[in-house]
């Protein structure tokens, strides 16, 4: 039985992840962490990380950036394993979850589907082969996400940076009055409806074009995802995990 704490229960995809998780029977849903309240659910709910009193096997995040410090606290605190499903991290705070990782097991994925983790594979094998082709990302979510570009679209400009190492990110070009430099990959955010998350890579050359693109039909994906993530990672020692680690 994996014990399992949801931190953003409340959450469009905290909702989706508690369901799933009280429908198999060899998971257990320790408790839920969202500071506002949800009556009618099945589960304990605290307000803060730092109030549960129960331990667990490991602890899956679908919250704020904001929560940061919260959930590293009672991990670090607990020894409890983290599965990051959260995006919109900056700097400062992705540094603390590498440092953190170095104490305890860490996944972290801004994308916890199979197909987005292929697609960045392709799209870094394109970019090895089409020289001279401009790259711009496109990305479509929901008209509720707060975050953009989403931790997707950033993940796959860090891929192709590894390749291209002279890429500079270029999001959305307002107000720019210069014609398109060589070195720089677009990114653009849309935002409508319930579209549940597209990712769409063009690399446009002379007279060609080739679009590798992601398109996610259910939230369902991303929790089930980050359930493989978690029991991947209850049997690894400290350190950062992604999806590369665990597909491999
Ligand atoms: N890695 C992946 O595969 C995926 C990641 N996500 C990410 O997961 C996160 C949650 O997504 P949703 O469930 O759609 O969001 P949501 O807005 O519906 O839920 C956010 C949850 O975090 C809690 N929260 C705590 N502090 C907060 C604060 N200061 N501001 C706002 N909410 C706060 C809310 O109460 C709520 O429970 C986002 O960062 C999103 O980009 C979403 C889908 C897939
Ligand atoms: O907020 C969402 O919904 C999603 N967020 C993730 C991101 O920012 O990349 C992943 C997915 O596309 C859905």
């Not at 996944?107 to 394109?126: D, P, Q, T």
């Not at 590894?162 to 014609?179: M, Q, S, V």
């Amino acid at each position: 039985m994996l014990k399992i704490i949801v931190n953003g229960c409340n959450g469009k995809m905290g909702s989706v992840l508690t369901k799933c998780i009280l429908s198999e029977d060899d998971l257990e849903l320790v408790c839920g962490v969202s500071p506002d309240d949800k009556i009618n659910v099945k589960y304990k709910t605290y307000q803060k990380m730092n109030y549960i009193n129960e331990n667990a096997d490991v602890i899956i995040d679908f919250s704020h950036h904001s929560t940061l410090d919260d959930v590293l606290s009672f991990a670090l605190k607990t020894k409890t394993p983290l599965v990051i499903a959260t995006t919109g991290y900056n700097q400062d705070e992705l540094n603390k979850i590498y440092d953190a990782s170095k104490k305890i097991p860490i996944f972290h994925s801004s994308n916890m589907s199979l197909g987005v983790n292929v697609l960045v594979k392709l799209v870094k094998e394109a970019a090895n082969m089409l020289d001279g082709f401009d790259i711009e990302i496109i990305e479509k979510h929901h008209n509720k996400k707060v975050d953009a570009p989403s931790g997707t679209a950033v993940m796959i400009a860090n891929s192709i940076k590894e390749i291209l190492p002279k890429i500079e990110n270029n999001y959305g070009r307002y107000g720019r009055e210069a014609k398109r430099t060589e070195n720089e990959v677009g990114i653009h955010a849309i935002r409508g409806g319930t579209i549940v998350g597209e990712h769409n890579v063009i690399f446009a050359g002379h007279d060609e074009v080739i679009e590798i693109k992601h398109s996610a039909q259910s939230k369902d994906i991303f929790a089930k995802g980050s359930i493989a993530a978690a029991k991947y990672l209850v049997n690894q020692i400290e350190g950062y995990y992604n999806m590369n680690n665990m597909l491999s």
